[in-house]
């Protein structure tokens, strides 16, 4: 027959069992990705699957000032009870029980942890209650530090934020190491009454602030020097100024590393800005055009680091299909690949730079392709014929090469192209095939690191590949040298060395320049996402 005895020994056996049961603490608790620049700056605070703004900090690198005031306002026996405080408890419960008095739960922050952690429900006697034991629990599992750094990390400041780390970053742009004592002891008091105590309501949380500096002057008399500050009108900043700097290349590398807490990429953002306000500024100037849309990827030569990328003028404008990232969109790249086939054909010693080439009406079977201008530039040399874009010279070239040819010279590079070259026939170096501006890109970097061709950087935890080699310095460098005697725009100012070419697609949807100066490769595409046509969309 089951007694009192029975069950008071089940009930025995189901705590031992579950006291020897190792609890999660932050196990499990997804936290937001913090994208960086080159210099550390925050580029973007990502949203966790459950849309908040949750960023894991370490104890050690939170500041002993935010610590000690979190103990102080939640606190104050933490380093002493076995989780739970019962005095607390038993004036809780009379305060909200028997004398009606304003509510009041009597948590420690052990059983702080254990609601937030557990999903428990503390409003009533028996939740009360499960939440102790859960305390208890955890106390027997895990240190104080590793209890309290739960519960910095997992409190509610206001909103979609939860833990200081985001808090601070949010509110303040600092990192929790480095809060100063108004903005620790603002941040303390939000947990309390998050929904009251946000920034927004300036008043009540600085009233709250300031009850709790009365206390934290009284354990800190030097601290007093601090009151003329608490006067101070509360400086902040909303959720909505997070910064979200190269949105595109950020959230592709969201996309292609979920769960990583700290991603650090490549973007410099002096050039970043830089690449932004000059694309901006170009686009004002073409509106009147029809011209609304850009791309620009400008990489490090030297480690192939993506330091600035735009791709869109605007990511909110739904108008160009703003968040379609055109720097990874498939276009024709008209002329901008005609360069490859000179460097190809220079490699193979059909010509050298002074070689003179035909530029006269031509028939490729039955086709009779034109230049872009109409017209024909009769004898020419190869210089003249590249940087003035010829196409009947740079077709005849093309057949002229060695198999597997430019079809096959574009795969080793890693064009996804139709295996079978008769798709393109001889009009591959005019653009039949589509590719991105990485690619395009990626292809003029190899002939600025002497014809060696090395995968781009996005993250400063990408390997340095040593690349794989498609053409000789020689060619490379013969190539480039011809395409630094490109004619500059009129209204162009700089007289920096530029090696560059432009591109224009077939009916006039796309405009790569695509170029080569100092340490950096630049592309620039302009056009429209959809492929409309535009006749003031031309390379130059």
């Not at 900090?57 to 000032?65: E, F, Y």
């Not at 929790?176 to 620790?184: F, K, N």
């Not at 720097?327 to 190809?344: E, I, Q």
């Amino acid at each position: 027959m089951f007694s009192r005895r029975h069950a008071a020994l089940l009930g025995t056996a189901a705590l031992l069992i579950l006291a020897s049961i190792r609890p999660p603490l932050l196990d499990g608790v997804e936290f937001s990705t913090e994208v960086r620049a080159q210099d550390g700056t925050l580029m973007r605070l990502a949203l966790t699957p459950d849309d908040k703004y949750r960023q894991f900090v370490p104890l050690s690198a939170i500041s002993r000032t935010l610590q000690d005031a979190t103990l102080l306002q939640e606190d104050q026996h933490f380093r002493l009870h076995p989780g739970v405080n019962p005095v607390a408890l038993i004036n809780g419960g009379i305060q909200t029980y028997l004398t009606g008095g304003r509510r009041r739960g009597g948590s420690t922050i052990t059983m702080q942890v254990a609601r937030m952690r557990y999903g428990i429900q503390s409003r009533h006697v028996l939740g009360k209650l499960w939440q102790a034991v859960r305390a208890v629990h955890l106390e027997l599992h895990y240190s104080k530090n590793d209890i309290l750094e739960a519960y910095l990390n997992l409190a509610s400041y206001g909103g979609n934020l939860e833990g200081v780390g985001a808090a601070s970053r949010v509110y303040f742009n600092q990192k929790p190491e480095h809060l100063t004592l108004p903005q620790a002891l603002a941040l303390t008091v939000i947990p309390q009454h998050p929904a009251r105590r946000r920034p927004e309501d300036t008043q009540n949380l600085q009233d709250a602030r300031t009850r709790l500096f009365v206390r934290w002057a009284e354990r800190h008399p030097a601290d007093q020097a601090y009151a003329a500050l608490m006067q101070l009108p509360f400086e902040w900043r909303p959720v909505s100024q997070l910064p979200f700097a190269a949105p595109h290349e950020t959230e592709m590398l969201l996309r292609a590393h979920p769960g990583e807490r700290v991603l650090e990429s490549t973007i410099v953002p002096r050039l970043q800005n830089l690449v932004e306000r000059q694309t901006s500024q170009h686009l004002e100037r073409f509106r009147e055009m029809g011209i609304t849309n850009a791309a620009v990827l400008l990489v490090d030569l030297q480690q192939m680091e993506v330091v600035a990328t735009l791709g869109s003028a605007d990511f909110y404008d739904d108008a160009i299909d703003g968040q379609v990232n055109a720097t990874r969109a498939r276009r024709s790249p008209g002329s901008a690949l005609k360069p490859l086939v000179y460097a190809l054909a220079m490699q193979e010693g059909v010509i050298h730079p002074r070689s003179l080439l035909k530029d006269s009406p031509t028939r490729f079977g039955a086709w009779n392709p034109e230049n872009f201008d109409g017209s024909f530039a009769g004898p020419i040399s190869a210089h003249d014929a590249l940087i003035r874009s010829r196409n009947i010279p740079v077709i005849a070239l093309g057949a002229q090469l060695q198999q597997p040819g430019f079809h096959g010279f574009l795969q080793r590079a890693g064009i996804p192209l139709n295996p079978d070259p008769r798709v393109y026939g001889l009009s591959l170096p005019l653009g039949t095939a589509e590719v991105t501006l990485e690619e395009v890109v990626t292809l003029y970097a190899m002939l600025g690191n002497g014809g060696v061709l090395r995968p781009l950087r996005h993250l400063r935890t990408d390997p340095v590949a040593t690349g794989t080699r498609l053409l000789t310095a020689d060619a490379a460098w013969l190539t480039l040298d011809i395409l630094k005697d490109a004619p500059r725009p009129l209204d162009a100012q700089d007289s920096t060395d530029v090696a560059w070419k432009t591109g224009t697609s077939f009916a006039s949807k796309d405009a790569w320049t695509v170029g080569v100066v100092g340490k950096y490769a630049l592309g620039v595409w302009l056009g429209n996402c959809d492929g409309k046509e535009n006749p003031a969309l031309v390379g130059i």
